[in-house]
């Protein structure tokens, strides 16, 4: 099964960090992407342009530059890569994470034997050294389970997935949700009945820590995590009563004390 790498990156990321995501989907793979397509989101530094153009002499047609005049940020920059896409079949990827050796050949697998639409895993968080795993994001197996979490939390893993295309698209492609453009698109694909999996262990590492936590934090995302739960409430997604839950739980895990913050996200990862 033919399938293609959808990436995008911008200005902050760290050359360093892209090149060894380079090392991790091409050279370190059991099966190799047909083609990466690579989304730059705006003007970058010259130390980006240049790690780009060094894959790119080495990749030659198999690294697709889509080049966007400005920042629009991930949602629209990966609907823009979506459609430079070759084939149906999608994995995504962050410019600054490590795939592991064969994570696009378990997930082809899983399409090759399954009825499936999409298909994530979970992920390995490090900081630093990447040999050095502090925490696990698990994410539930079955369709049925996939649901019943999303209810509550992401049951995807957006640095791991692998989706139709044509699924994407059917569910209305990526929407702007500050904070959760990569969870809307879930809902809105489970409720155009495309059917879920997630293989049960690691198949990505990615960076995580204090900055990562920074982001997540603050009433400022806490606003626009209400905006997110009063959509799906919208939707019919969740019941009133999960909504004034969820809101409950996610609003305090914002506004506390970041150590707090911090026993709360390491108490869900383990």
């Given at each position: 099964?033919?399938?293609?790498?959808?990436?995008?990156?911008?200005?902050?990321?760290?050359?360093?960090?892209?090149?060894?995501?380079m090392h991790s989907v091409?050279?370190?793979?059991?099966?190799?992407?047909?083609?990466?397509?690579?989304?730059?989101?705006?003007?970058?530094?010259?130390?980006?342009?240049?790690?780009?153009?060094?894959?790119?002499?080495?990749?030659?047609e198999a690294l697709v530059?889509?080049?966007?005049?400005?920042?629009?940020?991930?949602?629209?920059?990966?609907?823009?890569?979506?459609?430079?896409?070759?084939?149906?079949?999608?994995?995504?990827?962050?410019?600054?994470?490590?795939?592991?050796?064969?994570?696009?050949?378990?997930?082809?697998?899983?399409?090759?034997?399954?009825?499936?639409?999409?298909?994530?895993?979970?992920?390995?968080?490090?900081?630093?050294?990447?040999?050095?795993?502090?925490?696990?994001?698990?994410?539930?197996?079955?369709?049925?389970?996939?649901?019943?979490?999303?209810?509550?939390?992401?049951?995807?893993?957006?640095?791991?997935?692998?989706?139709?295309?044509?699924?994407?698209?059917?569910?209305?492609?990526?929407?702007?949700?500050?904070?959760?453009?990569?969870?809307?698109?879930?809902?809105?694909?489970?409720?155009?009945?495309?059917?879920?999996?997630?293989?049960?262990?690691?198949?990505?590492?990615?960076?995580?820590?204090?900055?990562?936590?920074?982001?997540?934090?603050?009433?400022?995302?806490?606003?626009?995590?209400?905006?997110?739960?009063?959509?799906?409430?919208?939707?019919?997604?969740?019941?009133?009563?999960?909504?004034?839950?969820?809101?409950?739980?996610?609003?305090?895990?914002?506004?506390?004390?970041?150590?707090?913050?911090?026993?709360?996200?390491?108490?869900?990862?383990?």
């Amino acid at each position: 099964m033919k399938f293609s790498l959808l990436m995008s990156i911008y200005h902050k990321e760290d050359p360093a960090y892209f090149d060894r995501c380079m090392h991790s989907v091409w050279e370190e793979q059991s099966v190799r992407p047909d083609e990466i397509v690579l989304v730059q989101d705006g003007p970058l530094t010259n130390p980006l342009y240049r790690m780009i153009t060094q894959w790119k002499e080495r990749l030659g047609e198999a690294l697709v530059i889509v080049a966007l005049e400005k920042n629009v940020g991930l949602g629209e920059a990966l609907n823009t890569g979506l459609l430079r896409c070759r084939h149906d079949l999608v994995a995504r990827m962050d410019t600054d994470d490590i795939a592991l050796e064969d994570r696009f050949a378990r997930q082809l697998t899983c399409f090759e034997t399954q009825k499936i639409d999409i298909c994530s895993a979970w992920v390995g968080e490090f900081s630093g050294d990447e040999s050095q795993i502090v925490s696990y994001r698990r994410v539930p197996r079955t369709h049925s389970e996939i649901i019943t979490f999303a209810k509550k939390r992401n049951p995807i893993n957006h640095p791991a997935v692998m989706y139709k295309k044509s699924k994407i698209l059917e569910a209305g492609g990526y929407k702007t949700m500050t904070g959760f453009e990569d969870y809307y698109l879930w809902v809105r694909m489970i409720l155009s009945h495309a059917l879920f999996y997630n293989i049960q262990e690691p198949l990505v590492n990615m960076r995580a820590g204090e900055a990562q936590l920074k982001r997540r934090r603050g009433f400022a995302y806490a606003g626009h995590e209400f905006a997110f739960q009063k959509k799906l409430l919208s939707l019919g997604f969740i019941t009133r009563m999960e909504f004034l839950k969820n809101i409950t739980i996610r609003f305090t895990a914002r506004v506390v004390p970041p150590a707090l913050t911090r026993s709360i996200y390491t108490h869900l990862r383990h």
